[in-house]
């Protein structure tokens, strides 16, 4: 390859430093790769962006031109370099999605706050603040929805979309009865106000619905794939209880609207109507691809800034977070 390098294909490293061999995972499945060379790789994937050079790819990351032209035509060879002239047909893009989506939505369950709590790392506070902030996305997640349906032009699949929304308004009611099972009242509930990064992830679902309907089958997968395993639950319940000195069954309205939605099939909508997802507009594809790539890093924001407000010393800050008024000049 020469003058410019080319970008990435969407490609997930798991790097354990210590490990012999670490694993790329691609939509073409998952490989492993000696960890010596993969901490190489690493060097020079920041600049892997379209824009410059190899010579200008090795003045920035210290790595030799001719050790990153060889781990370019070895990743080229492999077929991990966008190709601007292929298309794909329909069916084959429609499966891409799919297998995009599963990495995107284990990356989330890896990276997201309340699948930390049990690790006893936090204090009692961040499960509060977590619990508040997934009451105000589940109270504004079916409007969301619903705007899909509204915007949906092919009538079959406009209904499937509001059947969805009506079955997920009022479940913010299973969190709100939570936090008053972990002492809150519900006037403080319903009146608290949301951190900045919950917004966003309201304001990108409803921007990603608006902008293609049919993608919100694409975003059920992402945000709802959990499976409900009462086993996992019982333990999860359990270590939050010794962490946090609250009663084991405090969280069941919670996952009781978990369950619900399992039993719905709400995480494996993507899959029942995958046909549905029109991709007949290829650059319309992508620009919805961006949006709901950026949905899952709002949620890792979400995750970073819950602990950052919620966890140990307050130092005044308000449980649960208040908005600003104007009787508060």
Avoid at 193 to 220: C, G, K
């Amino acid at each position: 390859m020469q003058g410019l390098i080319g970008t990435l294909r969407e490609n997930v490293w798991h790097v354990g430093p210590n490990d012999e061999n670490s694993f790329l995972q691609t939509t073409d499945g998952v490989f492993e790769v000696p960890t010596v060379e993969a901490l190489e790789f690493l060097k020079i994937r920041s600049h892997l962006t379209g824009h410059i050079s190899a010579d200008e790819i090795s003045l920035r990351s210290g790595v030799s031109k001719e050790r990153i032209l060889s781990i370019v035509d070895s990743l080229d060879g492999a077929g991990l370099f966008k190709d601007k002239n292929s298309k794909l047909a329909e069916e084959e893009l429609r499966q891409r999605l799919v297998k995009l989506v599963d990495i995107w939505s284990n990356e989330l369950k890896d990276l997201y706050i309340a699948n930390k709590l049990p690790s006893g790392s936090f204090s009692k506070s961040v499960l509060v603040g977590w619990l508040l902030e997934m009451f105000h996305y589940i109270r504004s997640f079916p409007d969301a929805i619903e705007a899909a349906a509204r915007s949906c032009s092919e009538p079959s699949t406009k209904d499937i979309i509001q059947v969805y929304a009506d079955q997920e308004k009022g479940h913010e009611e299973f969190v709100v009865q939570t936090l008053v099972n972990l002492g809150l009242k519900r006037d403080e509930i319903l009146t608290s106000h949301p951190l900045p990064s919950t917004q966003l992830i309201v304001f990108l679902m409803n921007r990603l619905l608006q902008h293609s309907p049919t993608m919100v089958f694409a975003m059920a997968k992402l945000v709802e794939s959990q499976e409900f395993d009462e086993n996992n639950i019982s333990l999860y319940k359990h270590l939050l209880s010794e962490n946090f000195s609250i009663p084991e069954d405090a969280l069941d309205p919670y996952f009781l609207h978990q369950e619900i939605d399992t039993n719905m099939g709400h995480g494996t909508l993507m899959d029942t109507y995958l046909d549905r997802i029109d991709v007949r507009d290829t650059q319309r594809v992508s620009e919805a691809l961006n949006i709901l790539h950026d949905l899952k890093h709002a949620f890792e924001l979400q995750t970073a800034e819950i602990v950052n407000y919620y966890d140990g010393d307050m130092q005044g800050r308000y449980i649960p977070r208040q908005a600003m008024t104007l009787e508060a000049l």
